[in-house]
């Protein structure tokens, strides 16, 4: 049998050529047929103008596409729309998303109707029409990082970095940038590894289920400064050997839960201190999170200020794209933290890693990593230095507005009117994946005149109705008269919207088969009916936190007493979430420390008193003690102070 037949290897271009040299007859049929590689036919129709689809100028190859490029150019807008806003679609909704369209305007077409969804062929033929999208796999964002960066809170950052640098003479080897990362005994994504194709699963060996986490606080400047790191371990009592291949002048320390906490951060702002050795007269700018660590620590906020040291705390939410650590250092350096400890597996067979061997792992990842072009690369993404506030494209910024968006009207947002028209008019997909067909039959109803009358701004009938005086929701369904080009929407009840009685399409498929009699617009508000862009209709009762020099203490009178007002015993049980307290009273000494006001707005100061005993946030200290939140007043209080775990007393008495 003889090789399948390879169509189309000719070009547009061919096509163009040989239908020129036909017309000046610079050659015969034959001969430009075997010259250019055409078929005789495919010629011949061109050149009499007998082909129904393409023409002239407009020369494609094959048949006819199901939507023609405006409307396609149109889908591919909203689809990367969609997709801005953090609610991309699938390949398959893609293809539901085609044969509703299609289906609802009374668009000719060939798809699935068993299925109700456009076939495979369709979309890869689509999305090569159209190379600007491609099909990846999206990044895992949280819900509270879409919202916190947002272009108020970006704006703000750069606003108090511009001043400091500004006003304090901050060149790029001042500027360090401090963050956290946690490292396992147990990788957490293996390599990829060469195999036999067509095996069901291939494996790789891990030195066991679940791994013991080790935090490593890594810190550098623009100019490439690299402080060295500390490395915290998840154990009761220090033990020598775990420095065993540490770097020199690494920090080797360990806490109860594996991360750092208060004190280790105090401790790492004296390492800090001593490495960088900034002075009042010369000082530098620290760039970090906001962890209660680091921005509720009075005495790492003493030793910071007294030395010279700026601490800019970042917006909440926001690191994954204005901490230059997080952009650029610490994937690279996962990397090779895995690569090394799949190597040592290797040389080690049997063995397993545990915390003895993290030291000597991540020295070999960190020296891998801590290069200066790492660093640099993540300061200038950021926008940090070069100062670029514009660095961040629009579209990022899309979803945080979307989201934040709260005072949504029906009268004044046709979007929201499109939403809810979705969720009254159109049925959800059933447990096979498919479409009601009440979804279809009211969208066969959404076209509007195309005479090419021109629609009111001010008119009304985009906008839902409501009948005050109907109990059951109402359900808006568009019709047309015959005598009218316009859709009125009306009013009608459910049970009227079910029935084949009321809804009947009022055009057929014999009426519009090509998109010429269709109108853009419609296209658009059939799109935006069939697959809207998700509004935030809820209000957040917190506001996200916004950046703040933390070093700077507005108006604040910070008491810290020599020795505890009270000695307190405290059981803590973390399953029963309750506090135990015994204490016997002593007459103590205090000190008081006010900071000089570099600020005279503070509407802070009612978040660091205790609702109860009216001490400020640092008056008690203790293992364990941090301040709650109570769920009924808002108020904040010591854990020392209230006897229950999410209620002050005063409310709960």
């Known amino acids: 049998m003889g ?51 393409a023409n002239n100028i407009n020369i494609k190859k094959g048949g006819p596409t199901t939507f023609d490029t405006n409307f396609e150019q149109t889908l591919v807008e909203h689809i990367l729309q969609l997709e801005n806003h953090m609610f991309g679609l699938t390949i398959t909704d893609v293809r539901r998303l085609a044969f509703d369209v299609a289906e609802s305007n009374k668009i000719a077409h060939r798809f699935n109707k068993e299925r109700k969804m456009a076939g495979k062929t ?8 159209h190379p600007e999208l491609s099909v990846r796999q999206p990044e895992r964002t949280s819900l509270n990082r879409i919202r916190g960066f947002n272009r108020d809170n970006v704006n703000g950052f750069f606003d108090l970095l511009e001043r400091i640098i500004d006003e304090n003479n901050i060149t790029p080897t001042k500027i360090f940038n401090v963050d956290e990362s946690g490292f396992s005994t147990v990788q957490k994504k293996p390599q990829k590894v060469v195999g036999l194709k067509g095996k069901k699963q291939i494996g790789a060996i891990t030195s066991g289920e679940r791994g013991v986490n080790t935090t490593a606080v ?30 020199i002048g690494i920090i080797v320390t360990v806490s109860e839960s594996g991360y750092i906490n208060s004190q280790l951060f105090v401790e790492w702002i004296k390492h800090f201190i001593n490495t960088v050795k900034p002075t009042p007269d010369n000082k530098v700018l620290l760039l970090l999170d906001g962890h209660t660590t680091h921005s509720k620590n009075l005495e790492a906020l003493t030793l910071a200020k007294t030395n010279g040291v700026i601490m800019l705390q970042l917006p909440g ?44 792992l991540f020295t070999e990842a960190y020296q891998k990593a801590a290069v200066i072009g790492n660093v ?25 507005e979307n989201m934040n968006a709260t005072s949504l009207s029906l009268s004044n947002s046709s979007d929201e009117s499109i939403s809810i028209l979705q969720n009254s008019c159109f049925s959800t997909t059933d447990h096979d994946g498919e479409r009601n067909s009440l979804r279809t039959s009211n969208c066969h109803e959404i076209k509007q005149n195309v005479d090419g009358e021109k629609e009111n701004k001010n008119d009304n009938s985009e906008n839902i109705l409501v009948q005050p005086s109907s109990s059951k929701p109402t359900v808006c369904v568009p019709s047309t008269s015959p005598g009218t080009s316009k859709n009125l929407f009306h009013n009608v009840s459910p049970e009227a919207s079910v029935s084949p009685k009321v809804i009947t399409p009022t055009i057929s498929r014999k009426d519009i088969n090509t998109f010429e009699d269709v109108d853009t617009t419609v296209i658009k508000k059939s799109l935006k009916c069939l697959r809207p862009i998700p509004k935030n209709t809820i209000k957040r009762k917190n506001a996200v936190q916004k950046a703040v020099v933390i070093t700077n203490n507005n108006k604040k009178r910070i008491v810290q007493s020599k020795k505890c007002v009270k000695k307190t015993s405290i059981k803590y049980t973390r399953k029963m979430r309750r506090l135990s307290i015994t204490s016997s009273s002593n007459d103590t000494e205090e000190e008081v420390i006010e900071f000089a006001d570099d600020d005279d707005t503070d509407n802070d100061d009612s978040d660091n008193i205790c609702a109860l005993c009216n001490g400020n946030y640092y008056d008690k200290t203790g293992p364990k003690v941090d301040c709650i939140q109570c769920i009924r007043c808002k108020k904040w209080v010591h854990e020392t102070c209230t006897s229950n775990p999410d209620i002050c007393d005063n409310c709960f008495n």
């Open 122 to 129: 369709w979309f890869y033929s689509f999305k090569k029409r």
């Open 317 to 360: 939410h926001t690191t994954h794209r204005l901490q230059p650590l997080d952009v650029s250092f610490f994937k690279p350096m996962s990397s090779y933290y895995i690569q090394a400890t799949e190597n040592w597996l290797r040389s080690n067979p049997g063995r397993q890693v545990t915390q003895y061997q993290v030291a000597s």
């Open 3 to 53: 090789d399948k037949r390879i169509y189309y290897k000719w070009t547009e271009e061919d096509l163009r050529r040989a239908l020129l040299a036909l017309e000046r007859k610079d050659m015969s049929l034959n001969k430009i047929c075997e010259t250019y590689g055409i078929p005789k036919p495919t010629i011949i129709r061109h050149f009499k103008k007998q082909n129904k689809f």
């Open 376 to 400: 640099t690369n993540g300061f200038k993404a950021s926008g940090i230095w070069p100062l670029n506030r514009n660095i961040f494209p629009e579209h990022l910024f899309e979803a945080a």
């Open 218 to 247: 890594c810190c550098a400047s623009v100019a490439g400064q690299f402080v060295p790191p500390m490395i915290i371990f998840k154990r009761i009592r220090q033990n020598p050997e775990l420095a065993n291949g540490a770097p």
